[in-house]
Each structure stands twice: as structure tokens, then as C-alpha cells.
């Protein structure tokens, strides 16, 4: 069965740093592209950032360019977010996701095919 669990969530003041894990298990993974995506209360959801299989390409969006950080170890089947700077507006549910056919520049999500259920990221101001 595949599986993605997202962990690493939490309260955080602005200004503040979190790391969000994504463990991976039910497929080789270390072949497939994965992303991270987030939904805020009314909004809909948005892409953050994803990597290739090797992590050697990454992509970002404005919004978090030069604050955010995606990483993987495909020894540990687990891909990483590392959120500086955090401000209110990052306030969201974080998603992972990945597939056979997931692309790193698909920021619809449309080639994803599997979805963890996501952890919660709150910002205080």
C-alpha cells in the first residue's frame, strides 16, 4: 500500500523556522519526482515546492523562494521542508506528494499521484 505521512507541523511565531518530514513507503520513490503543496481555510491549494528523483533539481515558488528549503534522502524514503522566515500568510495544511509521472514544474498538481493527509503549519503574528 502506498503511503505518505507528513510530520513536522506545529505553532510557530513569524519570523520562526519548522521542518516538515514526508516518509514515503509502499513504492521506490527514490525514482519519482515529489512536492510539497499547502491549503489555507477558503483558499485553494497551492504548490511550494518539489525535487527530482536524484534531488539534484528544485523548484520553488515566489511566494517562498529564498525562505523555504526542499531536500530529500532517498536512503531514508523521506523528503524534507525546511521553512525560514516563516510569516502569517504561510498559515496552511502541508501536503506531500509524489508519483511515476509527477513533474517538478507541475504546480496544479496534476500529475501527483499519491497524497499524504497532511500536517497543519500555524504562524503567529
Known amino acids: 500500500q502506498v503511503q505518505l505521512v507528513e510530520s513536522g507541523g506545529g505553532l510557530v511565531q513569524a519570523g520562526g523556522s519548522l521542518r516538515l518530514s514526508c516518509a514515503a513507503s509502499?513504492?521506490?520513490?527514490?525514482?519519482?519526482?515529489m512536492g510539497w503543496f499547502r491549503q489555507a481555510p477558503g483558499k485553494e491549494r497551492e504548490f511550494v515546492a518539489a525535487?527530482?528523483?536524484?534531488?539534484?533539481?528544485?523548484f520553488y515558488a515566489d511566494s517562498v523562494k529564498g525562505r523555504f528549503t526542499i531536500s530529500r534522502d532517498n536512503a531514508k524514503n523521506t523528503m524534507y521542508l525546511r521553512m525560514n522566515s516563516l510569516k502569517p500568510e504561510d498559515t496552511a495544511l502541508y501536503y506531500c506528494?509524489?508519483?511515476?509521472?509527477?513533474?517538478?514544474?507541475?504546480?496544479?498538481?496534476?500529475?501527483?499521484?499519491?497524497w499524504g493527509q497532511g500536517t497543519q503549519v500555524t504562524v503567529s503574528s
Open positions: 509502499g513504492r521506490t520513490f527514490s525514482n519519482y519526482a
Open positions: 506528494a509524489s508519483g511515476p509521472a509527477a513533474r517538478t514544474m507541475d504546480v496544479a498538481g496534476r500529475t501527483y499521484d499519491y
Open positions: 525535487i527530482n528523483w536524484s534531488g539534484g533539481s528544485t
